[in-house]
């Protein structure tokens, strides 16, 4: 299009009044001549997107003269004009590449963790009065203080939550591929980011589970969720909720877990990295109860009668071998 179709264009966008073809025509227009703002991932969504532009083209527009006036005027450099048009718009897109960076600084200002040693729990009481009972090894991640229309946290591994509750601001627990959304109950999540499998087990009062943006099952007490983080499959099964959490008293209960999840226990209760070679024992299911206190050696004992197998433990890691 020529200059003076682009003023005209440009006066009707500030003022509302385009119509659906000369708005597709501008957004041409736009798309043309500034690729590289569409190719930076600077803009949180559409409508961010369109209030960006909104600002570059009202910037654009202040060097602009009003076409309805009756006022002749030629552009006598327009190199220097098409200089300035790219000088603002390097300018707001600089801004803008550079706000997710000013956002997550200040995020992390406000934001703290904390991670259960190896072998111990740790119970972390947020400013609302909830409070987080972290499994060893596990990790979560919270505000200092809570602000807007929710109680949000990050959880890595497993923990058990009781909730303070507040109608106003439901707490939602992201874990990555799973979401628990609550306003005030006490429910057990085990998510690890090593694990195919989450698992979330209600206490006390009701509990919503998302994945994708789609809410799996609302849970009561007793009732579990088991969901597969690779397939998307989940099921849902009355149980009692003691035995979920029975790691809090230090026992540690393996209900036929695979060798995935008994590595993980190794790693988090003992420290020791757990390592096979053989593919049955990879693939085998686990099933015994043991306490955080006993002697490694002890434990070890058991889970080689139980499979048949031989263990070597040297530098921190235990060697399975047939």
């Known amino acids: 299009m020529d200059k003076k179709e682009l003023y005209q264009l440009l006066n009707k966008s500030k003022k509302g009044i385009l119509t659906p073809q000369e708005q597709a025509k501008l957004d041409q227009w736009y798309a043309d001549f500034d690729v590289t703002a569409k190719d930076l991932d600077v803009f949180a969504d559409g409508r961010h997107e369109k209030e960006v532009r909104k600002r570059l083209l009202d910037r654009i527009l202040d060097n602009v003269p009003n076409t309805r006036s009756r006022t002749v005027f030629r552009i006598r450099k327009p190199i220097q004009w098409a200089a300035a048009i790219l000088l603002v718009s390097a300018a707001t897109l600089l801004y803008y590449q550079r706000l997710p960076h000013r956002m997550a600084s200040r995020l992390a200002e406000n934001h703290q963790t904390s991670t259960a040693p190896t072998g111990k729990l740790l119970n972390v009481r947020l400013e609302d009065g909830s409070e987080i009972l972290l499994n060893a090894g596990s990790t979560v991640s919270y505000p200092k203080q809570f602000a807007g229309g929710i109680r949000e946290v990050y959880l890595e591994g497993e923990a058990f939550f009781h909730i303070a509750p507040d109608a106003a601001k439901p707490f939602i627990v992201k874990t990555g591929k799973m979401d628990i959304r609550v306003l005030g109950t006490s429910f057990n999540v085990r998510a690890h980011p090593n694990m195919d499998q989450a698992k979330v087990t ?11 943006g789609k809410t799996l099952s609302l849970l009561n007490p007793n009732q579990e969720i088991s969901y597969d983080k690779e397939t998307t499959q989940f099921e849902v099964a009355n149980t009692d909720a003691k035995l979920a959490t029975s790691w809090q008293t230090g026992e540690i209960r393996l209900d036929g877990v695979s060798f995935q999840e008994l590595a993980i226990v190794m790693k988090n209760t003992w ?5 096979t070679s053989s593919e049955r024992l990879k693939s ?24 048949n197998v031989n263990y070597e433990i040297k530098n921190q890691k235990i060697v399975l071998y047939e």
């Open 284 to 307: 085998a299911n686990y099933k015994t109860t043991f306490h955080a206190t006993n002697r490694l050696d002890d434990v070890m004992q058991v889970i080689g009668k139980m499979t």
């Open 202 to 212: 209600v206490a006390t009062g009701k509990v919503s589970v998302e994945a994708n």
């Open 271 to 275: 420290g020791m990295t757990l390592e």
